[in-house]
C-alpha cells in the first residue's frame, strides 16, 4: 500500500493513498468500454440521419471520442473520469495546489505514448516502478492519481456503526482515549492495517511498543494481552465519545 504526503496550501500535510496500477486498468477499462458505446450510439445516429453510410464521419466522431473524452471527463469532473468516479479515484497535484486546465492538458497531451502507441506498456512499467505511481503525463504535470476513499480515514458508515454497538456510555471501558488526538488515532489504525497485510516480527515490535505507550498515557494498571483488539476498542470509542 503506497502513500503520498501532500502539503496542502494551508501548510497541512496529509496521507493520501496512491491508487495501485490494478485500479487504474479497470478505470480505463471501463472508460474504454463507455467510449465504445458512446461511438456506436453516435455512429448509429448518423447512419439515421444520413441514407447513405458516411464511413469518413463515423471515422471522425471515433477518432473525437477516443481523443477528447478523457479530457473532457476530466475538466467536467474535476480530476475524474467516469471510471476513476466508478473506481473511487481521482487525480490531485503533488505540491497541494489545485488542480487547474493546463495540469490536465498535460497530462492527455502523452496519452498517445503512454497508453495508445505503447498499448499501455509504458504506462503501466512507469506506474509500477515510480514511487508516486506517475507516468509521463503525471510527471510532466506533477499529478499523481489516489484513492479518494483513504483506508486510514474514519467513514461516515464507521461511526454509524459504532454507535448502534455503544448507545450508552457506560460500554465506554476506556474514557482517557479523549486525550489522543486524530493523528494518533489515525496512526493505530494505519498500524493495524500494516500488520494485516504483513504479519511479520517488525511489525509486531511497533504494536507491542505502540500499546506500552498508550497502557502509559491512559493509565491503565495492566498491558491488555489482546492487543490488536485493545488497539481497534481504542479507534471505537475516540470516534463515539469525539463525534
Not at 454497538?165 to 474514557?175: A, G, I, S, W
Request: net charge positive; aromatic share 10%; proline share 1%.
Amino acid at each position: 500500500m503506497q502513500t503520498i504526503e501532500i502539503n496542502t496550501a494551508q501548510n497541512v500535510k496529509i496521507d493520501y493513498e496512491l491508487a495501485g496500477l490494478r485500479h487504474r486498468i479497470f478505470a480505463f477499462l471501463i472508460d474504454f468500454l463507455l467510449m465504445c458505446v458512446l461511438i456506436f450510439i453516435l455512429a448509429t445516429l448518423c447512419n439515421l440521419i444520413f441514407i447513405d453510410k458516411n464511413q469518413l464521419l463515423i471515422d471522425l466522431i471515433a477518432f473525437i471520442v477516443l481523443g477528447f473524452y478523457s479530457i473532457f471527463n476530466e475538466i467536467f469532473f474535476k480530476g475524474q473520469s467516469l471510471g476513476k468516479k466508478a473506481m473511487g479515484l481521482k487525480i490531485i497535484k503533488t505540491n497541494g495546489a489545485e488542480l487547474e486546465f493546463y495540469d490536465l492538458f498535460c497530462r492527455w497531451s502523452t496519452r498517445l505514448i503512454d497508453i495508445y502507441l505503447s498499448l499501455g506498456g509504458i504506462a503501466c512499467f512507469l506506474i509500477s516502478s515510480n514511487k508516486n505511481g506517475q507516468r509521463i503525463g503525471d510527471l510532466i504535470a506533477g499529478t499523481c492519481v489516489i484513492k479518494t476513499q483513504n483506508s486510514y480515514q474514519f467513514s461516515l458508515n464507521d461511526i454509524e456503526k459504532l454507535n448502534q454497538r455503544f448507545v450508552e456510555n457506560d460500554n465506554l471501558k476506556y474514557p482517557l482515549v479523549k486525550r489522543l488526538s486524530e493523528q494518533d488515532v489515525l496512526l493505530i489504525k494505519k498500524l493495524l492495517s500494516r500488520l494485516k497485510e504483513y504479519d511479520n516480527k517488525a511489525h509486531k515490535n511497533a504494536l507491542d511498543e505502540m500499546v506500552l505507550k498508550l497502557a502509559s498515557v491512559l493509565e491503565l494498571k495492566e498491558i491488555p494481552t489482546d492487543k490488536e483488539k485493545f488497539l481497534n476498542q481504542l479507534i471505537s470509542e475516540y470516534i463515539i465519545q469525539t463525534r
